[in-house]
Each structure stands twice: as C-alpha cells, then as structure tokens.
C-alpha cells in the first residue's frame, strides 16, 4: 500500500535517512524500530510532508506522493499520530474529534449560512469512540485539562476517527501505564480486525512483538532488516545493535 | 558628480547615528532575544532629557551630557527590572515581550507629550553651523564628530565583546543560555548588563542627534523603525550586521530622496524593513535567529 | 450633555468594531496582527475620496470593507510563514508603510493637511446628519457586525479557526487548507476594520495621517487582551470600560491638551499590567501565545 523509494534526507551536516525503502502491506500492523537516531520520525515526516525530502519517492497506493501537500496526504486518505502531543488545547475533547471527522469546516460561506452543521450522527459517532476508550464523561474537558495518558489517547481516537485508508502511529504508548498499554493494544488490534493498515513507529518491544505481523528495522537511517517478529527476534545483527541478549 | 559625492556623505552621517542605534538595540536583543521596541523612547527621552538640563536648567553642557547618558542606562535598565524581568519569569512569550515594549514605547512618548509638549525643541549648543567644505561637499564640524564618534564607540564596543570576560559571558548566554547558566554565569545579571550598556549606548545616541535634530515627541518611534530596520538588513543577532545595515540604510535613504520626494524618506526604510522581513529575514550578513 | 453621551456611543460603536474584528483574527485565529490600524486606515480614506468624488455612501462603505479586505490579503500572502514575533513586526511595518503613505502620496491623500468636509451618510433616503441619526446608524452596523463574527465564531469554522491558533500542524494533518482559512480570517478582519475607518471618517468629517498610528492601535490591543483572547463578551465589556474610563478625566479638570495624552498612558499601563498580572484577560480562557 505504501512505498518508499531511497529516500534521503540531510539536517546540516547529518545524513538522518540515508537511501531507506521499505514496503508496508496492505491489512497489516507494521512496526518500525531502531536505536533513538537512526531516522524513523524523519521517515515519518519525509511521508506526511512535513519535512521535505533531498531525494527519493513515496508512493501510495500506486501514486507518487512526493509534492503532494500536507493537507493533501491528509485527504487522500493518510492519518497521522505524532510523538508529541499536538492535541488543540484550548478546544474541548468532542472538539478535538468533531474537527477530525467534519470535512466540511473549512468553507466559510457554507458554514456561517448554517448548510454545514455539526449533524446527530457525527456527535454520535464521536460519542461511541468516547465510549470505546471510557472517556465519555470528559468530553467536555479541555484539551490542556487532561492528563498525559488521556492526551494520548484522545489522540489516538482522533487520528482513528479521521476518514482514512492508512494509519500512522508515532510512538503510540510512550510513557502511558500499562492498564492504558493494554487498552491501546486492544484498539490496534481491533482495527487490524477490521481489516485496516497500520504502520507505527515504537520502543516497546513487548508491544511490537505483541501486536506487529511485520517488522522493520532502520538503522543509521536506513533498512538493515524486515520480516515478521519470530525472523526479526533471532536476527543477530538486530540483536547486537539494538534488542540486547533478552 | 559632487551631488553623488554630497549624497554618499550624507548617507554616512545617517548611517553613523543610524548604527549607534542599532548597535545599543542589537545588543540587547542578541542576549534577550527579544525586539526591544522601547528604545527608541530611550532615546528620545533622553534627548529631552539633555535639553532640560542645559537648555532649560542651563547647566553646565558636559554635565548635562553625562547625566543624559546616566538617565538613558538607568531607563533601560529600570524597563527590565519592572517589566521584561517579570515576563520572563512567567515564560512570556517573545511576542508579548514585544507587545510590551511597545506599550512602553507608546507610554514613554506620551509622558513627553506630557511633560515637553508637542512642539519642536532644538537644543541651541551649536549656534551657528558653519559647514566646511572638502571636494565640493557639505559638512559641518558636529556631523564629522558624530562619525568618528560613532566609529570609535563601535571599535570600543567590539573590543569590548571580543577580550573582555563580560563580553565573553553575553556571548554565552547568547548562544545558549542554559549552558551558561551551568557553568555559572547568571543570566539574569548578563540581561540586566546588556540593558545598561545598550541603554548607555542608546544615550550617546541621543546626545549625537538631539544636537543634529530637532527633538519631537514622535522621534523615538522614527528612529526605532530606522534602527531596527538597519538590524534587520544587516543580520539581526549580530552587531556588526546592525552597523553595516544602519550604513547602508542611511546611504539608500540619502540617494532614495535624491529621486523621490523628500518626504519619502521615512517611508523608504519602513520599506526596506517590509522586503526584508519577507524575503530575507536574516539579513544579508545571514545570522540564524534563534536556533 | 445628551449630546456628549451620544458622542460616546459612536465612540464605542466604531471601537468595538474594531476590537471585534482584531479579536478575530488574533484571538481565534491566532494571527498577530499589529497592522489593524492600517486597515482602519484604508477604509476611513477609501470611504472619505469616494463620498468627496461624489460617490454614494453605500458604495463608499462597502468599498472601504472591499478594499481593506484586498490590501488584507496581499499583507498575507507574502508573510505567511513568518512565525511569532516576525510576524507582528510585519505587520507592524505595513502600520508605518500606510501611514507614510496617507502622509506623503499628497496627490490622493492631501498628505498631511488631510480631508476635510467628509459628507455625512445619505443612505436609502435618509441624510444622516444629525448626531442622534448618526448614533442609530453606528448602532445598526456595529450590532450587524457583532452578530456576523458571533455567528461564524460559533460556526463549525469558528472551531477551526481556533485549532489553527491552538495548533496549525494538526489542523493541516487533519486535511485542512490552514492557508486558506488564515486568508479568509484575515480578510474579514480587514472588512470590518474598513467599515470601522469609514464609519469614523463620516463621524469625524476630517481624517489626516495622525489618526492612524502605532498610538492608535494600543487602545484596541489592550481591549481584546484585557476583554480576554477569544472572548466576545470580555471584548464588549472591555470596550465600553476603556473608552468610558479616561472621560473621568475631563472631569476631573485636565485641560484638553492633557486629556489625550493622558489618555494613551492609561491605555498603554493598563496593556502592561495585563500582560504581567493577568494575560489571560478578564473574560479568557486562552493565553496568547
């Protein structure tokens, strides 16, 4: 579904992504992993625009992405998690969600004519996801009121939420406890079943192992593994550079 | 081709009090790394200031001077006491921080307003200015001080921030305050200083042009939009950067109403600071900002 | 007397719309915008040549919106990707730019000796030359412009307005043209700052340079941030205190010439102290950031 060509990228002098291809496959979760540095974010970023790539392509579902616009990734059916909370803080958490689902807010005359509105079956809908992470009651909390783990997840609902064909998770469970781990995981899991595609970027290795079906390993900004986690867990070199001795 | 020569000679005068502009505000806006609007109303009021002391009070013209320069250190060192020190406890923004000043500014012009009305004042020190001529050219003896003047504070001033351990210190902070800060050097006495001495600089400044100039009440912001404007063109962050801007502002002002209208002037450096701040913000000297 | 009170209400009329409309575009959409006054600007001297050309009222007020708007869009398109305080300083700029302008460029604006004789309002029959009639007209659109920015405020594009302030990244990833919401805030903020100049240039009937400085625009800013970011009713609030508040000084027996003045180191200590003690405003939940 998704795939990416030697794509390269230099920050000053630092080579962060250099000459990376990989594939992801359609209806499947794939992790990304790798020592901190080796380039994953960038790699996210190179993919949703928000940095711009030195050379190389993206290519999703068998267009060229490269000049496509950050909206335009967005719309053509891309959805992103980032590492770092990018919650809209003053607005509430419906807000937050009824912003992803609404496509139609950005038209100013049909909006102050009223021919757009929020309608029942998105507040619903929003409500059901609220439902499905047990957060219902906070809905109309601010997003600076929460705390890091409902952040977090508020976000993940909310990249969920947001029409899409393809998933991308930066570092999903980063410092959330493990009830909330748990619930995640879930979620993921959920959404595999459901026949999605899921691409995430993570550090905890029981997570990955627990939910990817594919795994690829960046090192010093490029590919030196891929293969399912049973492959992936007996590489040596991936061993030596990065999993440890268990 | 003497009216080039004439025009070239006038944009350096410019240029010189331009850079004692920029230079005072650079200063303070490499270490802070804030737009300090509020200096031009440091020195406009202390041109007032001088022109109380020895043109109202009649005090002697040297004390009158060196008190001047005193109020202006003093203003800018009081501006960050009472107000810029405050915001940054609360993490300020660097936008508030220059909404602030402006508000400053603002108020600053007003209590001249006040205090000074709004009609011209000159300070009478130099009765009759009797220009010398060289090559065909206009000068008179104050503008040629105010050139050397101006070059030789500047020399001071760069030796100053090169060899002395003070100005090593505002280097630091100004490149990374943390940092500095860990190896001892407290940031809130470096900010303080760069106050002083910018504001210091900034009364030198005033002393120069209030004797060249008239004074108006709205001076401060004029000459506020010409500094910033020569800090912007040559490099913001970088004094050196505000020198060679503020030069070649007052040089393109100079042949800009050799052609436009003199009224233009003004309008010209508020223009050039518009193209800049589009298309090269970081001057033509380069300096990165903020990293 | 009465007719100094009715003096007031224009006054809070035409602030208000001003302050609405700058609340707006920095309040909601997060722009900093230090130029408003120029906007302000254009519209008093659009509405002001086309009525002394011979143009009807509601041509030249509609004009004024019109091409406050454009000069609104050409400001941003160049620096849209100016971030925080470059950004204020650009606008900034185009404040000193309009302003050398309407002072040198004597062949459309009299530079410095101004326009005088500005016609009151002819509209739909009615010759708006009393100051009672003038009051109802003020009224009228100030109310209409009140109810416009609260309706798209409250509108699913208010929401994103706000999220492009709060976070223009996540706006884009979530698929929206931030570009193009900024320029339509942006625009209208400039509209109803036009209608505001022109509304003042009828009232006043003589406009030159030295109404549009960087001194007039401290009044507004220390409005929306005292009234409170992203707040209508802080900014109504904060209005009616603000303009009312300096009068206190006339009677307090100040000559005229002080009362100006006097006036703007109010306004300018007051935007201080709220920047220092109470940044979030009266009537706000958000702090500028």
């Not at chain 1, 940095?51 to 579902?61: A, C, L, M, Q, R």
């Not at chain 1, 590492?83 to 038209?107: G, H, P, W």
């Not at chain 2, 737009?35 to 009649?58: P, R, T």
């Not at chain 3, 400085?213 to 205190?241: D, F, H, K, N």
Request: a positive charge; hydrophobic letters at 50%.
């Amino acid at each position: 579904m998704l795939k990416v060509e030697k794509i390269t990228k230099s920050f000053g002098g630092v080579k962060a992504v250099n000459n990376c291809s990989f594939e992801v496959k359609k209806g499947l979760i794939t992790a990304l992993i790798g020592p901190n540095g080796c380039g994953k974010t960038t790699v996210f970023n190179i993919i949703s625009k928000v940095v711009d790539k030195d050379s190389g392509s993206v290519i999703f579902d068998g267009l060229d992405i490269s000049d496509y616009s950050i909206e335009k990734i967005s719309n053509i059916g891309m959805s992103r998690l980032f590492q770092k909370s990018q919650l809209f803080n003053n607005l509430s958490v419906e807000d937050n969600l009824l912003l992803a689902i609404d496509n139609k807010d950005t038209n100013l005359l049909t909006n102050v004519l009223g021919i757009n509105r929020i309608t029942k079956e998105k507040r619903a809908l929003v409500g059901k996801m609220l439902d499905l992470i047990e957060m219902k009651h906070l809905k109309k909390m601010l997003g600076k009121e929460l705390s890091y783990g409902q952040k977090r997840l508020v976000e993940i609902v909310r990249v969920i939420i947001n029409p899409h064909k393809f998933l991308m998770f930066d570092e999903p469970v980063a410092g959330v406890n493990p009830k909330l781990r748990e619930k995640i995981s879930k979620l993921f899991k959920n959404l595999k079943k459901d026949n999605q595609t899921l691409l995430l970027i993570e550090h905890d290795m029981n997570f990955v192992f627990d939910i990817a079906d594919e795994i690829i390993v960046l090192d010093e900004g490029g590919v030196i593994a891929q293969g399912t986690p049973k492959q992936i867990r007996n590489n040596k070199r991936v061993i030596d550079i990065y999993l440890g001795d268990d | 081709m003497s009216i080039i020569l004439q025009l070239l000679v006038n944009g350096i005068i410019a240029g010189a009090i331009y850079s004692l502009v920029a230079s005072g505000f650079s200063l303070i806006y490499s270490t802070n790394k804030f737009i300090h609007f509020a200096h031009g109303a440091v020195i406009a009021f202390s041109a007032y200031v001088l022109y109380y002391l020895f043109s109202v009070l009649e005090l002697n013209f040297v004390l009158a001077v060196i008190l001047s320069i005193v109020f202006a250190s003093f203003l800018g060192y009081v501006m960050n006491l009472l107000v810029y020190k405050q915001l940054r406890k609360k993490h300020a923004s660097y936008v508030i921080l220059l909404i602030a000043s402006v508000g400053i500014l603002m108020l600053l012009q007003s209590l001249i307003l006040i205090l000074f009305g709004a009609d011209i004042k000159t300070i009478g020190l130099i009765k009759i200015t009797k220009g010398l001529q060289f090559w065909g050219v206009f000068i008179t003896p104050l503008q040629i001080l105010i050139v050397f003047l101006s070059l030789i504070l500047l020399a001071g001033f760069y030796f100053f921030m090169k060899k002395s351990k003070f100005g090593k210190a505002m280097r630091a902070v100004s490149d990374n305050r943390d940092v500095a800060e860990i190896v001892g050097i407290s940031s809130e006495k470096v900010y303080s200083w760069s106050f002083i001495i910018g504001s210091a600089i900034a009364g030198v400044a005033a002393i120069l042009i209030g004797l060249e100039q008239n004074l108006t009440p709205t001076m401060g912001t004029s000459l506020m939009i010409k500094g910033f404007a020569a800090a912007i063109i040559g490099g913001i962050g970088s004094t050196y950067g505000a020198v060679l801007g503020a030069f070649l502002l007052g040089i393109v002002e100079n042949f800009g109403i050799g052609y436009l209208p003199s009224g233009y002037k003004d309008a010209i450096a508020f223009i050039i600071l518009f193209i800049f701040l589009l298309i090269r913000p970081q001057g033509i000297l380069g300096i990165k900002r903020r990293s | 007397m009465e007719v100094y009170f009715i003096h007031l209400g224009i006054l809070i009329g035409i602030y208000l719309i001003l302050a609405l409309s700058l609340q707006l575009a920095l309040g909601y959409t997060g722009l900093i915008n230090l130029g408003h006054i120029g906007f302000f600007a254009i519209g008093a001297y659009t509405s002001a040549l086309l009525t002394l050309n011979g143009f009807s009222f509601l041509f030249a007020f509609l004009a004024s919106g019109f091409i406050a708007m454009l000069s609104a869009i050409i400001l941003l398109i160049p620096t849209n990707k100016l971030k925080g305080d470059y950004l204020a300083l650009a606008t900034l700029s185009f404040t000193f730019v309009v302003y050398a302008l309407a002072l040198n460029w004597n062949s459309l604006t009299h530079g410095p000796i101004g326009l005088p004789g500005i016609p009151k309002p002819y509209l739909f029959g009615i010759h708006f030359s009393s100051n009672l009639s003038f009051l109802i007209l003020t009224v009228i659109i100030t109310l209409a412009s009140y109810l416009i920015i609260k309706r798209i405020i409250d509108s699913p594009f208010g929401r994103v307005l706000e999220a492009t302030r709060d976070n223009e990244l996540s706006t884009r990833i979530l698929g929206k043209n931030t570009y193009l919401i900024k320029l339509y805030a942006f625009g209208l903020s400039a509209v109803f700052a036009g209608f505001s100049g022109s509304l003042y240039a009828h009232y006043i009937t003589y406009i030159d340079p030295s109404s549009f400085t960087l001194m007039q625009l401290i009044p507004i800013l220390t409005i929306v941030i005292i009234g409170g970011i992203a707040s209508l009713r802080g900014t109504i609030m904060a209005t009616i205190i603000l303009i009312l508040l300096p009068e206190t000084f006339r009677f307090i027996g100040f000559s005229s010439s002080i009362v100006g003045p006097m006036r703007d180191i109010i306004y300018a200590l007051l935007l201080i102290i709220v920047l220092l003690y109470k940044p979030k405003g009266f009537y706000g939940n958000v702090e500028l950031e």
